[in-house]
């Protein structure tokens, strides 16, 4: 009789997106049934600990991002790929509407060899599907350290009673 395997699926994992302004793909996230949580902060970049000042106006390097933490049996890592390509335009270099800046670059972090190849087949995918007029140019990278922005941007939208960001 072989003994039972003790390598059981994690409960809980983490996803990494920066899709622009982190204030509607977080609110978007979290409507995602199998999302335990979800923060915004900052990845990517050189400094340690920006503050979002830093972000915005100095050389940073890094990209406003929102950190997922999901259920697997709940929501498929690509279920919430998909979502991120729904909820911005993955063919804008370092912009999205009017938001303009490295800071607001279409990325995704990951944080494991499996995700890896899920973003990079879905991107593929919708480029051999022509699903988008102009190339898609998100990046695909090992997820850095997460620096977790200041409280006044988790959940900003919620705190304000609003569903999105207006532009």
């Given at each position: 009789m072989t003994p039972p395997s003790t390598g059981s699926a994690p409960s809980t994992m983490l996803a990494t997106f920066g899709a622009g302004c982190f204030w509607g793909p977080e609110a978007k996230f979290r409507k995602i049934d199998g999302v335990l949580d979800s923060a915004v902060g900052y990845a990517g970049g050189r400094t340690e600990n920006p503050t979002y000042k830093?972000?915005?106006?100095?050389?940073?390097?890094?990209?406003?991002?929102?950190?997922?933490?999901?259920?697997?049996?709940?929501?498929?890592?690509?279920?919430?790929?998909?979502?991120?390509?729904?909820?911005?335009?993955?063919?804008?270099?370092?912009?999205?509407?009017?938001?303009?800046?490295?800071?607001?670059?279409?990325?995704?972090?990951?944080?494991?060899?499996?995700?890896?190849?899920?973003?990079?087949d879905t991107i593929q995918r919708l480029t051999e599907a022509k699903r988008y007029r102009r190339p898609i140019v998100t990046q695909v990278l090992p997820a850095p350290t997460f620096w977790?922005?200041?409280?006044?941007?988790?959940?900003?939208?919620k705190k304000r009673g609003l569903e999105t960001c207006a532009h």
């Amino acid at each position: 009789m072989t003994p039972p395997s003790t390598g059981s699926a994690p409960s809980t994992m983490l996803a990494t997106f920066g899709a622009g302004c982190f204030w509607g793909p977080e609110a978007k996230f979290r409507k995602i049934d199998g999302v335990l949580d979800s923060a915004v902060g900052y990845a990517g970049g050189r400094t340690e600990n920006p503050t979002y000042k830093q972000v915005c106006y100095e050389e940073t390097g890094h990209a406003e991002v929102v950190q997922v933490q999901y259920d697997p049996a709940k929501v498929s890592y690509q279920a919430l790929v998909d979502a991120f390509f729904a909820m911005h335009d993955p063919t804008q270099v370092n912009r999205q509407g009017p938001d303009v800046g490295d800071q607001y670059r279409t990325v995704i972090f990951f944080h494991s060899p499996e995700q890896e190849r899920i973003a990079r087949d879905t991107i593929q995918r919708l480029t051999e599907a022509k699903r988008y007029r102009r190339p898609i140019v998100t990046q695909v990278l090992p997820a850095p350290t997460f620096w977790r922005a200041e409280e006044y941007h988790q959940q900003y939208l919620k705190k304000r009673g609003l569903e999105t960001c207006a532009h």
